[in-house]
């Protein structure tokens, strides 16, 4: 069995600053491609940055200069830092992560779930 915890969500004032971890546990060969997504209130769920098992990584336009995605593959944990928070941020924020297992070596994504981000104006 694979899990994906996340933590660090909060209320936050505009301009504020907050970490959001996530912890993959269980029987896991290797983990590749991690990420955080979110999903406000009525809108579809969007990628908002992702980090290969190398470090290279991507972010929503919306986020650029403001969050940045990490990850320490000893922990088996991905990052996001989000800085200078605005209210169009929140959301709930999920991380995923593609993980082969011990068992039977199959491979998937796997989902969090999800950890609330609010954003007061």
């Known amino acids: 069995q694979v899990q994906l915890v996340e933590s660090g969500g909060a209320l936050v004032q505009a301009g504020g600053s907050l970490r959001l971890s996530c912890a993959a546990s269980?029987?896991?060969?290797?983990?590749?491609?991690m990420g955080w997504y979110r999903q406000a209130p009525g809108k579809q769920r969007d990628v908002v940055a992702s980090?290969?098992?190398?470090?290279?990584?991507t972010y929503a336009d919306s986020v650029k200069g403001r969050f940045t995605i990490s990850r320490d593959n000893a922990k088996n944990t991905v990052y996001l830092q989000m800085n200078n928070l605005k209210p169009e941020d929140t959301a709930v924020y999920y991380c995923?992560?593609?993980?082969?297992?011990?068992?039977?070596?199959?491979?998937?994504?796997?989902w969090g779930q999800g950890t609330q981000v609010t954003v007061s104006s």
């Open positions: 995923n992560a593609y993980i082969t297992t011990r068992n039977g070596m199959s491979s998937m994504y796997y």
């Open positions: 269980g029987s896991i060969f290797s983990i590749g491609a």
């Open positions: 980090i290969t098992s190398g470090g290279r990584t």
